[in-house]
Every structure is written in C-alpha cells, then in structure tokens.
C-alpha cells in the first residue's frame, strides 16, 4: 500500500503542476538552450537479473555461478543537473541511491518463512544526454542515455550472517559483504510537464545495468567466486526540476 501511495502522490504533483501551468500562463515551445536545469527524483527502484532473482533453498546448492539475489522492490532517490546545448537537447550529470533488503524466504517443509538473506545498496554516478521530443505544448516527451560508475554493495543481513557463520556451512570466518566499482549504463524516457519557465514536474523510467560480475572471496584467503553474474535494476521516479536562464549579453 506504501508503493501504490507514492504513485498516487506523483499523480496528484503532476495535476497540481498542469493547473499551475495553466494559472501561470507558461511559455509553449520554449527555447532552452542555454539552460541549466538542477532536478531532484524519488519513487521506486526494481532489482531484475539475479539481483532480483528468487531464493528458492531447494535449488540454491545447485546453483553454478553467483547466487539469487532475492532482493525485492524498495524506495530509490537521486539528483541531476542538465545543460541545454541546443532548444531540445541537454546534457549532465546525475548521481541516484539503491537501498534493498532481501525477500521472505520459503522454508521447505515448513509452514513458515525465513528473513532474507542479503541487503544491497547502489550508488551510481555518471553522466548523461536527454533529447526533448518537441510536442508544441507543455507536456514534453524526453528519451535518456547515460553512462557512469556503479559502486555495488551486497551483504549478509543479520539473520544470513546466523546462516553462513554457522560452523556447518562457512564458519565464522565467512566475509560477510561484497563490494566494487564498475562501469555501466543505463537508458529510459520520461515526460515534463513545464510549469512555467523556471519549474518542470514528471515522471520518468530508467533501466540501468552495470558491467562485469561481482567477485569477492567465501572465505579469507580464497580464490575469489563469483557472488553475483550480473548487476541490474529498473527505477520509476517522480522528479522536480528548476530551470535557471543564463544571462543575456
């Protein structure tokens, strides 16, 4: 219900937004090179591959390379800034947050569940470039690409820390978190509403994937495994952007 609350939300911003518009009379087709726009954007983060993959115990020792993440939908968060170089393109930088925690796990045999075994967090950073698709009104289209560094983060929680110090799996000597810095992409689209000339609401989806698998050691001076084969979510946010007009010479 908090989800589906957050999505309600965005939807009230951006009819809030359009009868702003209308009341402030905002510009249609507004030249914006020369722009900067500094934005912030929150709503949901969606781990997929097998960062999101489900943890079935029945399966999990036949397991070949990495390991089911099991990680389940949870808030994600960020900032930008773009620069219009030309009316209806714009280029910056961005930087967003991944928080996760481990779903339920299903114990065979039993009747109950067991807390998830790992938490997850992202912080990615990098740069990108946005094309406005010109509709002539104040809803515009944009489609997004960027590219950046992905530091990736995926840890035992409590209860999988119970698990995997255990002296009959891995022992207490067992790492319990794994963590690097890759390269990676990411690309989605979005929709502004421009009210006015100095604030724009929207929404926007963006997928994102990070290269090169995640490799840690199981134990202290062991070979390095692979934890997880690949690192990739999705995010739906509802963003706030302010637009500030470059000087006149």
Same mark, same amino acid.
């Given at each position: 219900?908090?989800?589906?609350?957050?999505?309600?939300?965005?939807?009230?911003?951006?009819? &809030?937004?359009? #009868?702003?518009?209308?009341?402030? %009379?905002? =510009?249609? @087709?507004?030249? !914006?090179? *020369?722009?900067? /726009?500094?934005?912030?954007?929150?709503?949901?983060?969606?781990?997929?591959?097998?960062?999101?993959?489900?943890?079935? &115990?029945?399966? #999990?020792?036949?397991?070949?390379? %990495?390991? =089911?993440? @099991?990680?389940? !939908?949870? *808030?994600?968060? /960020?900032?930008?800034?773009?620069?219009?170089?030309?009316?209806?393109?714009?280029?910056?930088?961005?930087?967003?947050? &991944?928080?996760?925690?481990?779903?339920?796990?299903?114990?065979?045999?039993?009747?109950?569940?067991?807390? *998830?075994?790992?938490?997850?967090?992202?912080?990615?950073?990098?740069?990108?470039?946005?094309?406005?698709?010109?509709?002539?009104?104040?809803?515009?289209?944009?489609?997004?690409?960027?590219?950046?560094?992905?530091?990736?983060?995926?840890?035992?929680?409590?209860?999988?820390?119970?698990?995997?110090?255990?002296?009959?799996?891995?022992?207490?000597?067992?790492?319990?978190?794994?963590?690097?810095?890759?390269?990676?992409?990411?690309?989605?689209?979005?929709?502004?509403?421009?009210?006015?000339?100095?604030?724009?609401?929207?929404?926007?989806?963006?997928?994102?994937?990070?290269?090169?698998?995640?490799?840690?050691?199981?134990?202290?001076?062991?070979?390095?495994?692979?934890?997880?084969?690949?690192?990739?979510?999705?995010?739906?946010?509802?963003?706030?952007?302010?637009?500030?007009?470059?000087?006149?010479?």
């Amino acid at each position: 219900m908090r989800k589906i609350g957050i999505v309600v939300a965005a939807l009230v911003c951006l009819a &809030l937004a359009a #009868l702003a518009a209308q009341a402030a %009379g905002a =510009p249609i @087709g507004t030249d !914006m090179k *020369g722009r900067f /726009g500094i934005g912030v954007m929150g709503g949901l983060g969606l781990p997929a591959g097998q960062l999101g993959e489900e943890i079935d &115990l029945n399966t #999990l020792s036949e397991t070949t390379e %990495g390991i =089911p993440g @099991g990680q389940k !939908m949870t *808030g994600h968060y /960020g900032v930008y800034v773009d620069y219009f170089v030309a009316k209806d393109f714009a280029v910056g930088a961005d930087l967003g947050y &991944l928080s996760t925690k481990g779903k339920d796990i299903e114990i065979p045999g039993e009747i109950i569940t067991a807390p *998830g075994l790992f938490e997850s967090k992202t912080m990615q950073f990098g740069l990108h470039g946005k094309y406005f698709i010109p509709t002539g009104g104040l809803v515009v289209p944009y489609l997004s690409l960027g590219v950046g560094m992905y530091n990736r983060k995926f840890e035992l929680s409590d209860f999988g820390k119970l698990v995997f110090q255990d002296p009959d799996v891995l022992g207490p000597d067992a790492v319990t978190s794994f963590s690097d810095t890759k390269l990676g992409m990411n690309g989605g689209a979005g929709l502004e509403l421009r009210a006015g000339e100095m604030f724009g609401v929207g929404v926007s989806g963006m997928y994102h994937k990070s290269f090169g698998k995640l490799e840690e050691s199981l134990l202290p001076g062991t070979p390095k495994e692979t934890i997880l084969k690949d690192w990739q979510y999705m995010a739906f946010n509802a963003q706030v952007t302010f637009y500030i007009p470059m000087a006149k010479k």
